[in-house]
């Protein structure tokens, strides 16, 4: 009995080829000079020459897991805590704390930041910190108010306590949603932190700002082009992660090793 073979769909070996583009330009840019070179003037050069561009990827590529793991861990600690019955009271004052990053846009909070704590890394990891963060509580705080009543009634039902609900029912069944939220968090903060070159972060907004500056459409359409495929491919990463997550019978991820 033969057994269909499953051909991968266009979208697919697009996103296959950009990831391989990517990494051979990354890997060894100097190959696609001559064709970057046309948009070039007076014999500028047509690859960035004023730092390595893997280095600047991995350490934009850091940045963004950083802030956005940290506003995983506090967005997703509140949403806990606002959904429990003695933390109920708080849930206007955690909507107005997540919702900081949204109202101040990151330009604004660089400005302040960098007075207070200087240039680098640190102003740039708390403006995406603060906007990464309401994605992140919503979808959770959705995915915990939205649990199937049967489901809860019949963990109460078995004496479950209040936290072994959480870690055995709550969070495995709000998960896909939760990873949804960090899929919008984290690709957000992938674009956005290309500001924080401006306050001296080694980030890939280097590129686009020296060329900026230098009048070089070269280095400005390849510093873009490496943030924009590097947004589509983890997105598409952290979307089939979530899929996963809702095909997976929640009974399997909940279910008690012991």
Avoid: C, K
């Amino acid at each position: 009995m033969t057994r269909a073979i499953a051909l991968p769909t266009p979208g697919r070996l697009l996103r296959l080829l950009a990831a391989l583009l990517l990494a051979a330009f990354l890997l060894r840019p100097s190959l696609f000079a001559p064709l970057l070179q046309p948009l070039t003037t007076n014999g500028a050069p047509a690859i960035y020459n004023q730092g390595d561009l893997l280095t600047l990827t991995l350490q934009h590529l850091q940045l963004v897991a950083m802030a956005t793991l940290a506003a995983a861990v506090v967005a997703v600690t509140m949403a806990i805590l606002v959904t429990r019955r003695f933390g109920a009271e708080f849930l206007p004052l955690s909507r107005s704390l997540v919702n900081i990053g949204q109202t101040f846009p990151p330009v604004a909070v660089l400005a302040l930041a960098v007075p207070a704590i200087g240039f680098g890394e640190a102003p740039t990891l708390i403006a995406l910190f603060l906007y990464g963060l309401l994605p992140i509580f919503e979808t959770t705080l959705t995915g915990l108010t939205t649990l199937p009543p049967a489901v809860m009634e019949a963990a109460r039902g078995v004496g479950m306590t209040g936290w072994q609900r959480l870690w055995r029912i709550e969070l495995p069944l709000a998960l896909p949603l939760m990873v949804a939220g960090l899929r919008l968090s984290a690709v957000i903060n992938l674009g956005t932190a290309t500001i924080g070159s401006t306050v001296g972060a080694r980030t890939l907004g280097e590129v686009i700002i020296a060329g900026l500056l230098s009048d070089n459409a070269a280095f400005v359409l390849q510093g873009g082009a490496i943030v924009a495929i590097l947004a589509v491919l983890l997105y598409d990463a952290l979307a089939f992660i979530e899929r996963r997550l809702v095909r997976t019978p929640a009974a399997a991820r909940s279910a008690d090793p012991a």
